[in-house]
């Protein structure tokens, strides 16, 4: 679904609407697999090298990547290796998060005469799909290509993406604050008038919205102003503050 000729319209739906909670959870994965930090375009040049010399490594993945396909295996991409692939696009797209402030927006190109027809893209002017550059990247490394090719490309789209305005005064308030229950159990509070901030039609998707933030397995809202989140082990609380405080400003942002 990401190369070759597109899927059907119906399945490429689908897969637009899944793929930003696939990136998610590949990107943990990724990130505990090959022991990458913090997102960022200076360690792109080792990740890419570490990908491309283990494309074609024969291990047990869970899931197998969708778009991983016969021709990819024909090219010596094992399925392990198109996952490690996939988790790279994860923490590019997260790169681009971060200097948003917000989520990737991701639709499904629907333009007939679009290169992407039928396939996701990130509506976001000056950014290309982190699928196809970290594709591409791969590919071109394969053959030779220098592996800092990546990271010329995410710094020459960052530097098209505009910096996040002045925060807004009801912005400036602490929106969110997490407190450790125990072992990858935690309970988010937030101001008591959060669903009139927020107002009615993304307060309703605030439960859905802490439950896509990276790192978190389930979310429910225990009260009006409280949430209980539930996370694998290790993870570190200023850093899932922070994540969730992206997410809660993106829905203030509309």
Known sequence: MLIGDPASPERARDFCTRWPGLLRDRLAWFVSEVGAGAPGPDALDGLVVTVVDR????????????????????????????????????????????????????????????????????????????????IGTVRQVQSGTDPARLRSVVEHSLAQVPVPGPTRPEQAVDLVEVTAVDGGRWQVSFPEDIDARLGLAAYADLEDALARVDGVTGAVMEDRDRALLSTGEGVDRADLERRLTRAVNALLDG
């Not at 869970?62 to 016969?70: G, H, L």
């Not at 639709?107 to 027809?117: F, G, I, M, N, R």
Request: glycine share 8%; aromatic share 12%.
């Open 55 to 134: 494309i074609g490594e024969q291990r047990t993945v869970d899931p197998v990547p969708e778009w991983y396909d016969a021709s990819l295996a024909s090219a010596g991409w094992s399925a392990y290796g198109a996952a490690l692939a996939e988790g790279l696009m994860a923490y590019v797209g997260e790169i681009y998060a971060m200097r948003l402030g917000r989520p990737l927006p991701w639709v499904l190109d629907e333009d007939p005469k679009s290169a992407y027809h039928l396939k996701p893209v990130v509506d976001v002017e000056g950014i290309a799909p982190p699928w196809r550059q970290v």
